[in-house]
């Protein structure tokens, strides 16, 4: 029994089992090159990113938004900012990933995270449907767990290391019945994050 034990132990060491996520979850390593990557930082260098107020409270983050906004006091979206035409490759390449119609990304946020700065657990916002994540310049620990504590329990905890270029998505149970956060950053991270509409 202990060799059994023991056997199982080496095995998963060389083979590290991946954790099972919700439904609806996806995640995609390496989904951009390095070149593109510094393209895309190259974007943001040149956009104006402010810091985030939540409920009259300044987040340690800085965002820029495009295509619609979301208005936290009133809990409505409106037309924002056009999408800058620099953006256009990286949205067609998500697009066609996801099998979805481009102009279906129809919100996207620029997000800068300083080190130390992370991102409380919630699920986004009602009129906003599939979410999907590409990361950029440092990795994160992206976290989720059941929204409905009396279904499952708040201990029920996933983590799911996020590496620089990667793209998550989040659609159908894991966008409605979960909620997540990610864990405090080490390093400057940035992030793109697309949003259909429901």
């Given at each position: 029994?202990?060799?059994?034990?023991?056997?199982?132990?080496?095995?998963?060491?060389?083979?590290?089992?991946?954790?099972?996520?919700?439904?609806?979850?996806?995640?995609?390593?390496?989904?951009?090159?390095?070149?593109?990557?510094?393209?895309?930082?190259?974007?943001?260098?040149?956009?104006?990113?402010?810091?985030?107020?939540?409920?009259?409270?300044?987040?340690?983050?800085?965002?820029?938004?495009?295509?619609?906004?979301?208005?936290?006091?009133?809990?409505?979206?409106?037309?924002?900012?056009?999408?800058?035409?620099?953006l256009?490759?990286?949205?067609?390449?998500?697009?066609?990933?996801?099998?979805?119609?481009?102009?279906?990304?129809?919100?996207?946020?620029?997000?800068?995270?300083?080190?130390g700065?992370?991102?409380?657990?919630?699920?986004?916002?009602?009129?906003?449907?599939?979410?999907?994540?590409?990361?950029?310049?440092?990795?994160?620990?992206?976290?989720?767990?059941?929204?409905?504590?009396?279904?499952?329990?708040?201990?029920?905890?996933?983590?799911?290391?996020?590496?620089?270029?990667?793209?998550?998505?989040?659609?159908?149970?894991?966008?409605?019945?979960w909620?997540?956060?990610?864990?405090?950053?080490?390093?400057?991270?940035?992030?793109?994050t697309?949003?259909?509409?429901?």
């Open positions: 029994m202990l060799l059994i034990l023991f056997y199982i132990a080496f095995m998963t060491s060389l083979f590290p089992v991946e954790p099972i996520m919700p439904y609806g979850f996806s995640y995609f390593p390496d989904f951009i090159t390095e070149q593109e990557e510094s393209q895309l930082l190259g974007v943001i260098a040149r956009l104006e990113l402010r810091t985030l107020i939540f409920q009259g409270f300044e987040a340690k983050r800085k965002v820029a938004s495009f295509g619609y906004s979301y208005h936290f006091d009133t809990r409505t979206i409106s037309k924002g900012k056009p999408i800058p035409e620099e256009n490759f990286i949205v067609e390449k998500v697009a066609k990933w996801l099998s979805l119609p481009t102009d279906a990304l129809a919100q996207i946020l620029i997000t800068e995270y300083p080190p700065s992370v991102i409380n657990w919630h699920r986004d916002a009602p009129p906003f449907d599939t979410i999907i994540g590409l990361s950029l310049l440092s990795d994160c620990i992206f976290k989720l767990r059941p929204y409905d504590k009396a279904k499952q329990g708040r201990k029920s905890t996933l983590s799911q290391p996020v590496m620089p270029r990667s793209l998550y998505a989040m659609k159908d149970e894991a966008r409605s019945d909620e997540h956060s990610t864990a405090p950053v080490k390093e400057t991270r940035f992030s793109i697309f949003r259909t509409l429901r």
